[in-house]
């Protein structure tokens, strides 16, 4: 009964995502990233791309730690800046545009930028991430997590007094049996 339930959702899902104009991004529109420590959030994370601004991943990262930025919001100069060189960021919506946020942590040396969103129970809506007005450019990616994902990763680091998880990045669920996959239990997929 599991599996046939499980497959139900799926093609549920698959229906949903795929087959309704206006109602959600496109699976290919998503990407997916996996924590690997701490255990406690070892779940796979939804994320989505910035719209027309930011890089593409060419390389898949085994692991590669996640570092919260310092601030937050990335606007400006970071306190831990040299923690985020090679590494992917984790950065929190707000004070500055998408853009800004992912230049500042391209110009640290990041691979990457992960922009949660400030709504800390946000766990259902994504964000189209787009360009500001500055005709400014980023060559790194840059992704949009949800508020309620990001909360729970910073929340997580700091009951474990970390500078950072370890992510494996992107990862291909499309390989992964539906009743095999860990994501968030606060999430619906």
């Not at 290919?28 to 990233?33: K, N, R, V």
């Not at 992510?167 to 860990?182: A, D, G, L, R």
Request: proline letters at 6%; one cysteine or more; a negative charge.
């Amino acid at each position: 009964a599991g599996r046939g339930a499980a497959m139900l959702l799926w093609l549920w899902l698959w229906l949903c995502v795929c087959c309704c104009p206006g109602r959600g991004l496109r699976i290919h529109e998503y990407l997916y990233f996996q924590v690997l420590s701490p255990g406690d959030i070892r779940y796979i994370f939804t994320a989505t791309p910035a719209k027309d601004f930011g890089g593409v991943f060419n390389t898949r990262y085994e692991q590669i730690h996640l570092v919260p930025a310092d601030p937050p919001e990335a606007c400006g100069e970071l306190n831990n800046g040299v923690f985020i060189q090679d590494q992917i960021a984790l950065v929190e919506r707000g004070g500055c545009s998408f853009l800004s946020k992912t230049r500042v942590i391209q110009e640290h040396g990041g691979r990457a930028v992960i922009i949660a969103d400030n709504a800390y129970d946000n766990d259902s809506f994504y964000i189209e991430m787009i360009q500001d007005s500055s005709r400014r450019t980023a060559d790194i990616p840059a992704l949009f997590l949800l508020g309620r994902d990001g909360y729970m990763i910073r929340r997580s680091l700091e009951q474990h007094g970390l500078p950072w998880a370890i992510i494996s990045i992107p990862v291909n669920v499309t390989s992964i049996p539906t009743y095999e996959m860990m994501q968030p239990p606060w999430t619906f997929w």
